[in-house]
């Protein structure tokens, strides 16, 4: 079967970073496929995809994270 997409996983993943004023600029895509989440898109430094990953780590019901996430370009 397909990728089962979890609204609930991808709300609250999306406005936990919106909230957080370092993660809030940044341009991403969160997809959940049964409890394993990607992360597609930019942000402004390492750190702050680090931030991106622990952030959807702490979400219930995420098992694991798969970054795609880039640094964008100045």
Same mark, same amino acid.
């Given at each position: 079967?397909?990728?089962?997409?979890?609204?609930?996983?991808?709300?609250?993943?999306?406005? /936990?970073?919106? $909230?957080?004023?370092?993660?809030?600029?940044?341009? *991403?895509? =969160?997809?959940?496929?049964?409890? &394993?989440?990607?992360?597609?898109?930019?942000?402004?430094?390492?750190?702050?995809?680090? /931030?991106?990953? $622990?952030?959807?780590?702490?979400?219930?019901?995420? *098992?694991? =994270?798969?970054?795609?996430?880039? &640094?964008?370009?100045?």
């Amino acid at each position: 079967s397909g990728a089962t997409d979890n609204p609930r996983i991808v709300t609250a993943i999306k406005s /936990k970073s919106l $909230a957080d004023p370092d993660l809030s600029y940044n341009k *991403h895509h =969160v997809a959940d496929d049964n409890g &394993v989440v990607t992360l597609h898109g930019t942000a402004g430094s390492d750190d702050l995809i680090g /931030k991106a990953v $622990a952030l959807a780590l702490d979400t219930d019901g995420v *098992h694991q =994270v798969v970054s795609l996430l880039t &640094v964008e370009a100045k």
